[in-house]
């Protein structure tokens, strides 16, 4: 069960780092991003210090906000967003096909909601790997208390030079987390590299859409609002994603933008205007209450000094990835299932 406390979320933020360095820690992030004149090569070339100073400062908002699972999802009318989350989850599951005696590979698993959902629901031994310490530790955490400690674990390592060898695994799949990787392409290429011949490779990725103009200035202000409130490095084109697979050498069995089809938005529980009960934290009322929370244990320093700054730029994501989604310029599940080839006889 997620921590869901306001205490709880004070006392998570930043993660592994020193209460007394989060502030020094939120200024070098934002120093990363473009909002604050910093540089795509930089970040590219920081993209791991990018990454995990991102989530050691909001993972507990993620917790306290979404609960385990920290990704969108799409949703039918008079289902509710969890609900919606654990179908975009299974969905993932089901068309890599997963069954007793797979090994799985979760690129990039958070803290492991997905993780502990597909094990559940596939019956699948699952490896989460991230370069997060702090997720480690909950994540592993969250796997004795679900149950799947025995069956499931973490690795902490980049997923642009994982730790296992070639052909290793039955199946990998990545949830909104290789937008983190610097370079496409290499990612993809060491994903193949794992994955043993004929076995599928499934993800959703964050993706501007063809709609992206980066010539125009609000489009630009938008994207840079994502990117420093995700820590990400960039945010690719849906077309650079599939030049990218078929250059690591994957067959991509298909692809498709799945946001559209959707009865109601994935970025609808995003409106600040919207009312729900069932997601309350997410409105725009219950997002004024957690600011409100989090300035009052700042300032009694039960949240260390930073804290407010974290929600604020948490805040600038959550309007941007709405203001993205209105005007269909963002995705942030463009899917794709692909599979390594089996290997030809010499």
Partial sequence: MSKTGALDLAAGVGGTIEKS??????????????CYGGKEEERKAEYRDVANKYYDLATSF???????????ARRWKGESLRE??????????????????LKVLDVGCGIGGPLREIARFSYTCITGLTDNAYHVKRGQ???????????????????????????TFDAAYAIESTCHAPDAYECYKEIYRILKPGQHFAAYEWCMTDSFDPN????????????????????????QLIEALKRAGFEVIWEKDLGPDSDIPWYA??????LSLTSFRTTGIGRWITSLTVKALEYVRLAPEGSVRVQEFLLQA???????????????????????????SP
């Fill in 21 to 34: 360095q989060v502030l020094s820690a939120v200024n070098k992030y934002e120093k990363y991003h473009t």
């Fill in 141 to 167: 955490e969250l796997n004795r208390i679900a149950g799947v400690d025995k069956t499931c674990n973490f690795v902490k390592a980049d997923f642009m030079q994982m730790p296992f060898p070639d052909n």
């Fill in 216 to 239: 125009n200035q609000e489009h630009r202000k938008i994207k840079a609002d994502i990117e420093i409130g995700n820590g990400l490095t960039d945010i690719r084109l849906t077309g």
């Fill in 269 to 274: 529980h995003m409106d600040k205007k919207r």
């Fill in 318 to 344: 959550g309007d941007g990835l709405y203001e993205g989604g209105r005007r269909e310029i963002f995705t942030p599940m463009y899917f794709f299932l692909a599979r390594k080839p089996i290997s030809k």
């Fill in 84 to 101: 919606g989350m654990k179908r975009h989850e299974h969905f993932i599951a089901s068309q890599l096909a997963l069954k007793p005696g």
């Fill in 62 to 72: 993620y917790e306290y906000g979404w609960g385990e699972s920290f990704h969108v």
